[in-house]
């Protein structure tokens, strides 16, 4: 069958990591290992208030009396959390004011990676092509944030999470912890306390953010873990749509990623987060190396009418640990999740999303394409919940397998919980094939197979398709054609 | 974990608890407290169980002990019989439990009409089943539960098929104050079938839990499964399923369907149905739905006469007819028809 030796060549094509390079740059560290005293060097290092100090002193005190979570079906050695740096920063100069004082090193870096930098580069491609905000993150600090000014004026702040702490202490300290609460579990309860830099952004009342907001992630530091800390706001009747890209170097060794994301959607807002996760996976033949991604995302619509919409497309770290779920309170509100997950050689995915329906009338859907290749392991996880109160509730689940390769594993696992008698709650698995019922239904109307098929793979590209911000479109339709191509032989 | 273990060491300890993956939403430990006495020994019941006289033979289990010929439950090579195994709780507040075997020789066919009755209130009762069946055996096990409201009852039976072998299973349960019906199959592939069907109806503060492991270690397995359900008042029922494709278990096609009706808006339905597939030429799908009757259709029924109350009832008892509509044994099959309106037997 050519398009599953298509799909073959194609996931065999992601083995080749094209962002494994090593920049060689001066760093400052903290000391190795983990205790109070290296909290107190983060913050201080930041030059935060007591009061975050406070809050990260006491994550740390939560974060010594837990356990290590071990319900997922992924493996790995035990993690020495004193054989790491909590801290690595590039050496800069007080506190570059413009481009021109970055490190034209790390300039490079990012130039290497296709990341634009420079606002005039944004703007001197093709007249009309969709400009975009980047806050670049290397390692622990931000390096630069883009069109802060141009943003500024319509009164979007977008800016570094440490930056947020010094100039806008009162958004930080209403929202920080509030949808992830620091001692949710065990990762988040270490990033709350070793947590360095990652973006902060409020949209304010009935403002339309007007360009795409990014943050480029990049590990650097060898023997180092990145804890950044992103916070969105979309206050009353606003909109904003952010992208997270991250990779890191070809390592021997595993590093942990233990970010927190936390979203608040007040009343009418809407945020589309979507992540393009490229951390490396790790060597594909012996399993060395590779990124631990243990993230825990989590929005809350706390307004009527409120939306999140989560895409992701997964396709490195040597294991990915991470449910980017939305918490549904307001009436009508709405969550929606899409998720390409692509394992290959020994990676490990145990990934999913919960939608936890507590108002009236809310909604949501579930998409999820998982594609298990060479001798990985990828998981579905999902869990969708109806509150008493919750009237009227709907939930669409659809969660679709491809395997490739005798020694890979798909699993899906699903949770349902449905608390009252007014909601709606369907859920569809299948592994290797499409629906069966849908291709019947389709061409009970008159099609041919080809056609019925056609046309179900068109309908689900769009849907995800229209969920991506344009830049990144492009790179998630090539992985969802992968996903697609094989799902129809 | 086990009531099992707990009962035969009289160690609340032992209980599954909500800490346990597998009984999340049955949790033993937190409702007893305390284990209650052992059961004393019973006479058998006058009265004629759920099956009535159906079949060749009967056997008994009244408070965990065996009344009747065991050696009916093994099957010689070849053999045919209909037998009702009926396990009866006959004592108030008392705990008990019992094992039994069940073989089938090669193309051996049986039928077993397996039912639970609660004949007092609040009892404490385990069941264990260990069944095989040799290549080509052939066995419809079809349960029907009838356990008292305040009991807290558990079934577990663990099916080892040869190949070319069969299960063909339907439960019916009404639930209890805690009740949990299991079956773990370990399945060899080679044209082996597995057909493992459900259906609850529970009401009042009832419980109900669905539980089966089908475990592919061959290839050209099948596996069909279709739970369907209906809750009412503050009930609540549990459907886990899992299904696991072990590698190289190739061409194997697995297919399970759990349908739920929640007809109040204080009951519960809480599901799982899991696929672990670490093989990868296989069919596997699973569809879940819980939802309230559709008002369309009722719409329907109305427009054409009919009064709400006999509309919904109708629509009910269709959904939950398909499942008894799968019963292969004719006979058993018609005296459960009624079951589908309201749990009970006519």
């Known amino acids: ?489 | 974990m086990t009531l099992a273990a707990a009962l035969r060491d009289r160690d609340v300890a032992q209980l599954p608890s909500r800490r346990d993956e597998d009984w999340r939403w049955t949790d033993l430990r937190a409702l007893i407290r305390e284990l209650p006495a052992p059961s004393p020994a019973a006479a058998a019941p006058a009265q004629a169980g759920p099956f009535g006289a159906l079949g060749d033979a009967e056997i008994l289990v009244v408070n965990g002990r065996v009344i009747g010929d065991e050696s009916l439950l093994r099957l010689a090579p070849g053999h045919t019989r209909t037998v009702r195994l009926r396990f009866v709780s006959a004592t108030a507040g008392t705990a008990h439990g019992a094992s039994l075997s069940i073989s089938l020789g090669a193309g051996a066919r049986l039928t077993l009409l397996e039912s639970y009755e609660g004949l007092a209130a609040g009892y404490l009762a385990d069941a264990n089943l260990a069944i095989t069946l040799a290549e080509d055996a052939v066995l419809e096990r079809i349960i029907l539960a009838q356990d008292d409201e305040d009991a807290v009852s558990v079934s577990t039976a663990t099916v080892d098929l040869a190949p070319r072998a069969r299960l063909a299973q339907t439960t019916l349960t009404t639930g209890a104050k805690r009740q949990r019906l299991e079956t773990r199959v370990t399945h060899p592939g080679h044209d082996a079938a597995v057909r493992m069907d459900g259906a609850y109806r529970v009401r009042g503060r009832g419980h109900a839990d669905l539980t089966s492991a089908v475990n592919h270690a061959g290839t050209d397995g099948t596996t069909e499964q279709l739970i369907k359900g209906v809750v009412d008042d503050q009930a609540r029922a549990v459907f886990q399923g899992r299904i696991t494709v072990s590698p190289g278990a190739d061409r194997t096609d697995a297919r399970m369907g759990h349908h739920a009706l929640v007809l109040s808006d204080r009951a519960e339905v809480d599901a799982k149905p899991e696929l672990l597939i670490f093989a990868d030429d296989v069919a596997c799908a699973h569809g879940n739905t819980v939802g309230a009757l559709d008002e369309d259709a009722l719409f329907y029924a109305r427009q054409r006469g009919m009064p709400e109350d006999v509309a919904r009832a109708m629509l009910t008892e269709a959904f939950i007819g398909e499942v008894i509509d799968r019963i292969e044994h004719e006979a058993v099959r018609e005296r459960l028809r009624s079951w589908a309106q309201d749990g009970r037997i006519a």
């Open chain 1, 1 to 489: 069958m050519p398009a599953v030796k298509q799909t073959v060549e194609h996931v065999e094509a992601l083995e080749r990591y094209q962002h494994g390079f090593i920049t060689s740059i001066d760093q400052e560290f903290a000391p190795k290992g983990l205790s109070a005293d290296i909290v107190r060097f983060i913050s201080a290092k930041k030059e935060e208030p007591e009061w975050m100090l406070a809050w990260r002193l006491e994550a740390y005190e939560r974060w010594l009396a837990m356990e290590e979570p071990d319900w997922a079906k992924v493996t790995f050695p035990r993690i020495d959390y004193q054989d790491s740096y909590y801290y690595a920063a590039p050496k800069t100069k007080e506190g570059p004011k413009s481009l021109d004082e970055v490190d034209p090193e790390l300039l490079a870096t990012y130039a290497k990676l296709g990341i634009p930098l420079r606002e005039q580069e944004v703007l001197a491609g093709v007249q009309g092509a969709p400009r975009y905000a980047v806050d670049a993150v290397f390692d622990s600090v931000s390096v630069v944030t883009t069109f802060k000014k141009e943003l500024a004026e319509v009164g979007v702040i977008f800016c570094s999470f440490s930056e947020a702490v010094r100039e806008h202490p009162e958004l930080v300290k209403k929202y920080l912890g509030s949808v992830v609460p620091a001692s949710d579990n065990y990762f988040a309860c270490l990033n709350s306390a070793v947590f360095s830099d990652g973006s902060f952004v409020y949209v304010p009342p009935g403002v339309r953010c007007p360009m795409e907001l990014s943050t480029y992630f990049r590990i650097n530091a060898a023997e180092s873990g990145q804890f950044e800390r992103t916070l969105i706001i979309a206050d009353k009747g606003a909109y904003v749509s952010y992208l997270e890209g991250c990779t890191a170097p070809m390592r021997d060794e595993n590093q942990l990623h233990a970010a927190v994301v936390e979203l608040v959607a007040l009343e009418d807002a809407e945020i589309k987060y979507s992540t393009v996760q490229n951390w490396y996976p790790g060597d594909p033949e012996t399993g060395k190396g590779g990124i631990y991604n243990f993230v825990t995302k989590r929005a809350d619509c706390r307004g009527d009418r409120s939306k999140v919409a989560w895409t992701q497309v997964e396709t490195g770290s040597a294991i990915t640990w991470k449910y980017p779920s939305c918490v549904l309170r307001g009436n009508d509100s709405v969550g929606e999740f899409y998720s390409i997950a692509i394992t290959n050689g020994r990676q490990q995915a145990d990934t999913g999303t919960k939608m936890i329906h507590l108002g009236e009338g809310t909604r949501s859907r579930i998409i999820s394409k998982g594609i298990s290749a060479g001798r990985s392991s990828n998981t579905y996880r999902g869990l969708v919940s109806a509150h008493p109160k919750a009237k009227g509730a709907r939930n669409f689940t659809q969660c679709d397998s491809l395997l490739i390769g005798k020694e890979s594993a798909a699993h899906t696992v699903p949770y349902i919980e449905a608390r009252n008698g007014q909601s709606v709650f369907e859920h569809e698995a299948t592994t290797t094939r499409l629906s069966d019922d849908q291709l019947f239904y389709v061409m009970q109307r008159g099609l041919s197979q080809e056609e019925a098929v056609q046309l179900l793979v068109n309908g689900f590209v769009k849907d995800v398709l229209q969920t991506l911000p344009m830049e990144f479109a492009v790179e998630a339709q090539k992985l969802v054609a992968i996903s697609l191509e094989g799902s129809v032989g």
